[in-house]
Nanobody
Framework: QVQLVESGGGLVEPGGSLRLSCAASGSVLLMNVMGWYRRGPGKEREVVATLNWGGVADYADSVKGRFTITRDNAKNTVDLQMNSLKPEDTAVYYC??????????????WGQGTQVTVSS
């Protein structure tokens, strides 16, 4: 099995920045797509940003120009740099990964989530 562990959440004022990190552990043959989702209070879970093995990133319209996703393929880590944070960015952020396990079985893993609160 693969475990994803997030870190870096917290409380920040509007306009501030936070960096989320996620590290994957386990036996993986290919980590195809890594990304971040979030669920705000009273909202559905939504995709924030994804980044595939080849380096192609995709962002939700609401975070374009403010958030940047990066990954280290050798270390199986993915980060989310969040700038110009707004109160509406308040949510639990989840790291996710899809790909193939060393056993050949499909990988679809989620982290436990990390809280991000944007408030003055």
């Amino acid at each position: 099995q693969v475990q994803l562990v997030e870190s870096g959440g917290g409380l920040v004022e509007p306009g501030g920045s936070l960096r989320l990190s996620c590290a994957a552990s386990g036996s993986v043959l290919l980590m195809n797509v890594m990304g971040w989702y979030r669920r705000g209070p009273g909202k559905e879970r939504e995709v924030v940003a994804t980044l595939n093995w080849g380096g192609v990133a995709d962002y939700a319209d609401s975070v374009k120009g403010r958030f940047t996703i990066t990954r280290d393929n050798a270390k199986n880590t993915v980060d989310l740099q969040m700038n110009s944070l707004k109160p509406e960015d308040t949510a639990v952020y989840y790291c996710t990964a899809t790909g193939v396990l060393s056993s050949g079985r499909p990988l679809n893993a989620w982290g436990q989530g990390t809280q991000v609160t944007v408030s003055s």
